[in-house]
């Protein structure tokens, strides 16, 4: 049985269905936050509804995702060990606080000065010695086997600033963000959650790109979890050429509609027309003007195969809160267990 791994953003905690919560296999809480070297996440409100999931399926691991895009403290914490430690321990008493099962560390990025957050050349070195102080630290905090997981930025830009053949030894699985490939930075249409690349693509990035440059980097493939988007990316002012795939716009690819508004406004309705790549195994939607990359069942069919055919641990997605139809979570679950191959599956 492969994992499904979920990303509940704190506000939607409340709103996991109990068939949700039987189909998920780790629900990753987004987030807890870095306030002056000490982990945060001050939520007391939320221990009902934890407890409550927890009774709905008493085999779910609850974990408590650090960081997340633009959050700041990451490079500072891991400086020194006693700041490394410091962090460490309070998370872990955030973890036994709240009953969780582990934490997961979501830097965004190692040696990268981005939205507004501190980076350092050091942070190659610190980020290994970070997670082997959380391991120390999760394992030494008592009665159960405490997870500590990564979610990873989905190419050689974070491969090449981490050490993660020797990161990976402190992990118990490894989650790759792929989504967000293309978009937010890049003017040029394309998929921002492909499994594969289209030849055509001058930003050639694809699930399997990623899976292939972090097994080369040492991880092993059966601690790989690939990532699935819940939400799309749009690019405006796009030429009425090729249905708008691959073409340079008047923006870059902000976020798009959630996948419950994809599905009531724009798949097939409102002058939205949905397309195929069948190179990418990816769809997209035109208007004549509005391009939209984002993930349907046909695609995530094709990433739960994919996880079979490469021997992968599971598959996460990017958020709870964009598919309030409630109906992905479940359907995947079902994917995933009636597909031969995975993890044991026969």
């Known amino acids: 049985m492969g994992k499904l791994i979920g990303y509940v953003g704190t506000r939607d905690l409340n709103e996991v269905t109990a068939e949700d919560s039987k189909s998920l296999d ?4 987004a987030f807890g936050r870095i306030n002056q070297g000490v982990a945060e996440w ?9 407890s409550r999931i927890k009774s709905q399926n008493p085999d779910i691991k609850i974990i408590l995702s650090m960081g997340g895009w633009g959050a700041a403290g ?11 430690i410091r962090f460490a321990a309070s998370a872990v008493e955030l973890v036994r606080e709240y009953n969780m099962d582990g934490i997961d560390i979501d830097w965004e990025y190692p040696c990268y000065r981005v939205a507004g957050i501190d980076g350092s050349e050091k942070d190659k070195e610190n980020f290994t010695l970070l997670l082997e102080d959380f391991r120390r630290g999760l394992d030494g ?26 990161a990976q030894k402190y992990l118990n699985y490894v989650q ?9 930075f890049q003017n040029f249409t394309g998929h921002h959650t492909s499994l594969y690349s289209n030849k055509r693509d001058l930003f050639p990035a694809s699930t399997d790109r990623a899976v292939e440059c972090f097994i080369q980097a040492g991880v092993p493939k059966e601690k790989l979890v690939i990532g699935a988007a819940f939400y799309s990316r749009q690019w405006k002012g796009v030429p009425d050429i090729e249905h708008g795939l691959h073409q340079m716009a008047a923006t870059t690819g902000g976020y798009g509609p959630a996948y419950h508004s994809l599905l009531e406004n724009y798949i097939d309705r409102n002058g939205y027309v949905r397309y195929w790549d069948e190179e990418a195994k990816a769809p997209y939607l035109f208007n004549g003007d509005t391009f939209i990359s984002y993930d349907d069942r046909e695609s995530l069919k094709g990433k739960v195969e994919y996880v079979k055919e490469k021997g992968l641990l599971g598959l996460m997605y990017w958020e709870y809160g964009c598919d309030n139809s409630h109906t992905l979570t479940g359907w995947l679950r079902k994917q995933i267990d009636k597909t031969p191959g995975i993890n044991g599956n026969s």
């Open 42 to 50: 001050n939520h007391p409100e939320c221990k009902a509804v934890l």
């Open 141 to 166: 905090a008592g009665h159960k086997d405490y997870l500590l997981t990564i979610a990873a930025g989905g190419g050689e830009y974070f491969t090449a600033c981490t050490d993660m053949k020797n």
């Open 176 to 184: 790759l963000m792929t989504y967000d490939l293309k978009g937010g």
């Open 74 to 84: 990451f490079s500072e914490a891991a400086m020194t060990r006693e700041k490394r």
């Open 26 to 29: 780790v629900i990753n809480i």
